[in-house]
C-alpha cells in the first residue's frame, strides 16, 4: 500500500506546503502557499455574513476560530497579528496555520508529515514540535486530518536536498562541503553540511530576517509622514516588485533606503561567517529563501571567490527538500518498520 508523504513549512512570513507529489524528484513536487496570518474569533467566520466567498478556513482551537488561507489579509483590521518570536510553535496562531496547510491538502490522513524549524531552534524544539503535529487534527468545517508520523527537519537542510536532487549531484556531493543560506521573514538561517550531513556547530540562525528591513523602512516612512506606518505587506510588496510607495498620495522612493537594507543584509552575513570561520573548503554556496533577493548582494561580496548558486522558485525550495527527504525516509525506515498503526486522538496526543 502506498504510503503518503506530505509536507508543510510554517514560516513567519508564509506558510508553504506540498499538495501534490508524484514522484520523488522537485519537478514532480507541487507547491501551494498563503501568508502567515492566523485571525481569532469566538464564533466561526465561515458563518458569518462576508465569510462566505474568501479563500479562508476557520480553524477551531482551545474554543476561538483562527481564520487562515490564502485571502486571509481581507480579514485583517488595522493591527498586522504576527507572532514573530523564538516560542512561536508554542502558540495557537503556528497550530492553526499548520492545520490550515493540512486542510488544502485534501487528504483525510497522512502517514508521514514533515516539518521545519530554524537551525537555532531545532534541537531544542524538535521533539515537541513532532508530538504536536502526531495525531488527529480538526480542520474545520467538520473535518479531520490524520498525521500517523511527524519528522522534524533543519529549515535549510530542506534546501540542501532540493537543490542536491535538481542537480542530480546527491552522489557527486557526498564528500565536498556546501553551505546553504536561507533569509526567511524573522531569521536569517544557514546550514553547513558534508554530503547530508550537517555540521551542527557550524549552522546556525540569527534574528536578522526580512521583517528587520521591513520594520527599517516602516519606522523611516512613520518619521516622514508624522504618524505610526504599519503596513509592513506593502513595504514588502513594493520591495519585490521594485516600485515606490504610494502614501497620502505622495511617492516614498524605497531606494533612500537602499543603503541601511544593506548594512542589515550585512550584519546578518558577518554573524554567519563569524560562525562558519574560513570557507576555503565550501564547493557550494547555495542562496534560497523568499528573502534572497535582499540578501544577495551582501553573500556575493562575502563570497567574492566562490559562485553563489540558486534555485528554481527558492521560496520552495526547504519544503520541496522535506517531501523529497520525507519520501526517501518512507521507502527505507517507515517500509521496513511497517506503517505506523498506533491509535491517536485529540491535538496531537497519543491515545
Known amino acids: 500500500m502506498e504510503i503518503i508523504v506530505r509536507a508543510v513549512d510554517v514560516g513567519f512570513g508564509n506558510t508553504k506546503f506540498v499538495t501534490d507529489a508524484t514522484g520523488s524528484n522537485p519537478g514532480d513536487i507541487r507547491c501551494a502557499s498563503f501568508p502567515s496570518r492566523a485571525y481569532p474569533s469566538a464564533r466561526d467566520p465561515s458563518k458569518t455574513l462576508g465569510g462566505e466567498g474568501r479563500k479562508t478556513f476557520a480553524i ?20 498586522r497579528a504576527t507572532q514573530i518570536h523564538g516560542d512561536y510553535i508554542d502558540t495557537p496562531q503556528y497550530l492553526a496555520l499548520a ?20 537551525v537555532a531552534v531545532f534541537a531544542a524544539k524538535k521533539a515537541a514540535l513532532e508530538k504536536l503535529m502526531t495525531g488527529r487534527h480538526d480542520v474545520g468545517g467538520g473535518k ?3 498525521v500517523r508520523k511527524a519528522l522534524a527537519m533543519a529549515q535549510p537542510n530542506g534546501a540542501l536536498i532540493d537543490y542536491a536532487t535538481q542537480h542530480n549531484k546527491v552522489e557527486a556531493m557526498e564528500h565536498e562541503h556546501s553551505l546553504v543560506i536561507d533569509p526567511g521573514s524573522r531569521t536569517f538561517d544557514w546550514l553547513v553540511a558534508r554530503g547530508m550531513k550537517l555540521s551542527h556547530k557550524q549552522s546556525y540562525s540569527v534574528d536578522r530576517g526580512v521583517s528587520n528591513i521591513l520594520q527599517l523602512i516602516a519606522d523611516d516612512i512613520s518619521h516622514e509622514i508624522g504618524r505610526p ?20 498620495q505622495r511617492t516614498y522612493k524605497l531606494a533612500r533606503m537602499k543603503p541601511m ?22 564547493q557550494h554556496v547555495i542562496l534560497v529563501g523568499g528573502g534572497a ?11 567574492a571567490t566562490h559562485q553563489v548558486l540558486a534555485v528554481k522558485e527558492p521560496m520552495f525550495a526547504n519544503v520541496r527538500g522535506y517531501q523529497i527527504g520525507g519520501t526517501n525516509y518512507a521507502h527505507t525506515v517507515l517500509a521496513t518498520a511497517g506503517r505506523p498503526a498506533r491509535a491517536v486522538s485529540g491535538e496531537g496526543e497519543v491515545a
Open 99 to 118: 492545520r490550515g496547510a493540512l486542510r488544502m491538502m485534501k487528504l483525510d490522513a497522512i502517514d508521514l508529515l514533515v516539518v521545519g524549524l530554524p
Open 261 to 282: 537594507v544593506e548594512i542589515i543584509a550585512k550584519e546578518a552575513v558577518a554573524a554567519m561567517m563569524q560562525r562558519i570561520g574560513e570557507s576555503y573548503n565550501v
Open 229 to 248: 506606518y504599519t503596513n509592513l505587506d506593502n513595504i514588502d510588496l513594493a520591495l519585490r516588485t521594485g516600485k515606490d510607495l504610494t502614501i497620502y
Open 60 to 79: 477551531p482551537i482551545t474554543g476561538l476560530f483562527y481564520e487562515v488561507g490564502p485571502d486571509v489579509m481581507l480579514t485583517a483590521d488595522a493591527f
Open 144 to 146: 479531520t486530518v490524520l
Open 293 to 303: 533577493f535582499l540578501f544577495k548582494r551582501a553573500v556575493k561580496e562575502a563570497f
